[in-house]
């Protein structure tokens, strides 16, 4: 494999000094002189027609400076999925109907926000309930109220997939088995709410400033609500503490800081508590999952049927996609010859379920990942060799969804079996002790053009100075998972610079190339970092030229940048500094400035994805019998994200990842009654600490991908998925309790080993 002098180094994070100084600047840190601070009003109730809004009391409040309702805004509903319109389903404030409770009503901006909250409260609206329903089983009942007029049946998205013959496979099979799963809603829990802060111009264009991880999307959608151009509306990404899928849409706030602003001239800033966030933010979808698998005596799979009805609450969000995405993952990781499946997402009277880290797949796999070891136990077999047996390999076809280019999967298998020391360990635990398999497959970023834009998926703006330094503008959003830092090394090794080299600009509509998808689906290091690459080759390209003009017209050499030079490859002693060519370059073009453009739209490499991530992990459990309770001792990783960028920032990656699947695995959940989010607050929402995080081993599997810029793939999410799986298969090991309904709590622990004994 190629070696690297930049990329695959344990380089610091852009960001870090200012983070780790206090510097970084968030959007609710920014202040502009006469802000106006806004308030959102929400529903009390979770479905009612709203018969009449009284906003009198609040405009007459000392201080208020605007009241809206939904009355007082461009009626154009709006959603991500903009190449369907019926998918788009909400305004920015509630029309005529409120789905859920803490669904927004009005918006008041005041000049504190003690006299926001005040307003706020003097609104007087007037409901007429409506029924109620709060899971699948309520909602697609015969004679259930349609919670959107459009979709009788509450059914909004339909999606299936079939190859094979399903059925044939199994009547052939050896061994079927059937289970029913059932896994939860779970909070980003992102440490920074989400805020917006919207400036009028003279001009009359808007400049948002908002905690988003995708500028280009809120751009288009906000334009599109306030009745604007997309170039009149300007949107920055400040510092952004956090996102996991929950800032990727067009929210209420920021449309009512932008709309605000117009209307009163003054900047408007909405900042969100964590009460807010938790009551009414969105959330990894709750799922019921049907799965039936086929399998010959030898552990060959031979068929899967797949039906999975997702809870998406009150809006379709970014439900469709996970729709979409959960028949994907269905048929993902093993090689399944006959393969069905049916999603459908399903609305309720609940807050709406939307994208999170993993898209879909913590759920598929879950199941999936489960099933495999119960197959395995009932086929006499080690879960480490039936995976091997079945498990996906380069060249592989999925149809309808992609062709298996790169895949480390098998080796992944093998070496966390290595680290873990599994065979032993499987059979020789004390009492009360068990190690457990997961294993994932992810997508490097999507190809489906959902959003319907014209531009390419990524762009990259080089400009390259005399000075030998460079300036990269990306709008690709670095929302804490490190991706300037890996744009910069990326570069860096392109141009044969070193990172202090490079400046970068990014996430800002208005100076940045159009246009980014922003930061979802582990796109960013695939999609991001080839149009830099593309960039970066230009700028080369016209290097090379004026150093071949200048050093012999008659020979032909193959050139590169390496160490601050460009130079013949292999020949230092004709190197000649960086900037001197540049500067050699603008004067042979009268002055002309070095800039190059890059972009990236994945090839026809299938439906999906022009890539695909794999791993697998373990995990070592210590189950105390008497009281439920569940310590997770040990996780052992192996991964296959292709050429490692950074680490560093990797290592970070699975941290985090691990982190969120503790939590989905054993504590986190939300506490709801008729609707209402009871445990609004850390205290009560019971995330996992730094305090709760078990020793873990990593190893990096050694691929290169071919559609990655010099070889690298998503690395960010696929690993949320294998760690819930691989806990609950541990504590199967050291109980006999089999969790099929998420999470593992001691409850269902203590209540199934009673029933055992």
Not at 107 to 135: C, H, P, R, W
Not at 620 to 629: I, M, N, Q, S
């Amino acid at each position: 494999m190629e070696q690297f002098s930049i990329v695959g180094k344990d380089v610091p994070r852009n960001d870090a000094v200012a983070k780790a100084r206090g510097a970084a600047v968030y959007t609710d840190d920014m202040t502009l002189p006469g802000m106006l601070f806004g308030q959102i009003l929400r529903s009390p109730v979770p479905h009612a027609r709203i018969i009449n809004i009284d906003t009198s009391k609040a405009k007459a409040l000392p201080g208020v400076k605007s009241v809206i309702t939904g009355k007082d805004i461009p009626k154009v509903k709006y959603g991500n999925w903009r190449l369907f319109a019926d998918t788009q389903d909400e305004y920015a404030l509630a029309v005529d109907k409120v789905r859920f409770i803490g669904d927004e009503v009005a918006a008041v901006a005041a000049v504190d926000k003690e006299t926001a909250q005040e307003a706020v409260q003097l609104i007087q609206v007037e409901y007429e309930a409506l029924e109620g329903l709060y899971d699948i089983d309520a909602s697609t009942k015969e004679g259930a109220p349609a919670i959107h007029d459009y979709c009788p049946g509450n059914v909004s998205v339909n999606r299936k997939i079939e190859y094979g013959d399903v059925e044939k496979g199994f009547a052939e099979s050896d061994y079927v088995r059937e289970d029913t799963f059932k896994v939860h809603a779970v909070s980003h829990a992102y440490l920074e709410p989400c805020s917006a802060l919207a400036q009028l111009d003279l001009d009359g264009r808007i400049t948002l400033w908002t905690s988003t991880q995708v500028p280009y999307i809120v751009q288009c959608l906000l334009a599109s609500t306030l009745g604007m151009r997309e170039n009149d509306v300007r949107v920055v990404k400040p510092f952004v503490g956090g996102g996991f899928g929950g800032k990727m849409e067009l929210r209420t706030w920021e449309f009512c800081a932008a709309f605000m602003a117009k209307q009163t001239g003054r900047p408007v800033k909405f900042t969100l508590t964590r009460e807010e966030e938790f009551l009414t933010g969105r959330r990894r979808h709750p799922m019921t999952l049907h799965s039936k698998v086929g399998f010959k005596k030898d552990g060959s799979l031979v068929a899967k049927d797949l039906r999975i009805i997702l809870d998406g609450g009150a809006y379709n969000a970014m439900g469709p996609t996970a729709t979409f995405l959960c028949g994907n993952f269905g048929a993902m990781l093993y090689r399944y010859p006959n393969y069905r499946f049916h999603g459908q997402h399903v609305y309720t009277n609940k807050p709406p379920a939307s994208a999170m880290r993993g898209f879909g797949a913590p759920q598929s796999l879950y199941a999936s990942e489960i099933q495999m070891n119960m197959a395995a136990e009932a086929l006499g077999m080690d879960p480490v060799d039936l995976r091997l047996k079945n498990a996906q390999v380069s060249g592989d076809k999925i149809p309808d969804v992609a062709t298996i280019s790169s895949c480390g999967f098998k080796e992944s298998i093998e070496r966390v079996a290595e680290m873990s020391d599994w065979k032993r360990r499987r059979k020789e635990l004390k009492p009360g002790q068990g190690i457990g398999i997961g294993c994932y497959s992810f997508i490097s970023g999507g190809v489906f053009n959902w959003f319907n834009t014209q531009y390419p998926f990524s762009a990259a703006e080089v400009r390259a100075f005399s000075d030998g330094t460079v300036h990269l503008l990306s709008m690709a959003s670095d929302i804490g998972q490190g991706c300037d830092t890996a744009m910069k090394q990326i570069l860096a090794e392109e141009l044969g610079l070193q990172m202090g080299d490079i400046r970068i600009t990014s996430a800002d509509t208005a100076t940045t190339p159009q246009a980014d998808l922003g930061a979802w689906g582990s796109r960013v290091t695939l999609m991001a970092g080839n149009a830099v690459v593309d960039a970066a080759r230009k700028i080369k390209e016209q290097l090379f030229g004026a150093l071949s003009a200048r050093l012999n017209a008659n020979v032909i050499y193959e050139m590169e940048c390496k160490n601050g030079m460009v130079q013949p490859k292999n020949r230092p002693k004709k190197a000649i500094p960086f900037g001197d060519v540049v500067a050699m370059v603008q004067k042979s073009k009268r002055g002309e400035p070095l800039i190059a453009h890059g972009y990236y739209t994945p090839r026809d490499k299938g439906l999906v994805t022009p890539a695909f991530g794999f791993g697998a992990q373990a995990a070592l459990v210590e189950v105390d019998r008497e009281t439920g309770k569940v310590e997770v001792k040990q996780m052992w990783t192996a991964h296959d994200c292709g050429t490692v960028i950074n680490p560093r920032g990797v290592e970070g990656q699975l941290a985090g990842s691990i982190q969120m699947g503790l939590g989905y695995a054993l504590s986190e959940q939300f506490v709801m009654q008729d609707g209402k989010t009871l445990n609004t607050n850390f205290l009560d929402y019971k995330m996992p600490t730094a305090m709760d995080m078990p020793p873990s081993a990593v190893e990096h599997i050694d691929t290169y991908e071919p559609e990655g810029p010099m070889g690298a793939k998503e690395c960010g999410e696929g690993l949320a998925s294998p760690t819930a799986p691989a806990i609950s298969d541990a504590v199967y090991h050291a109980t006999g309790y089999c969790c099929k309904d998420l999470p593992i709590t001691p409850e269902k622990i203590i209540k199934s080993m009673e029933e055992g004994a």
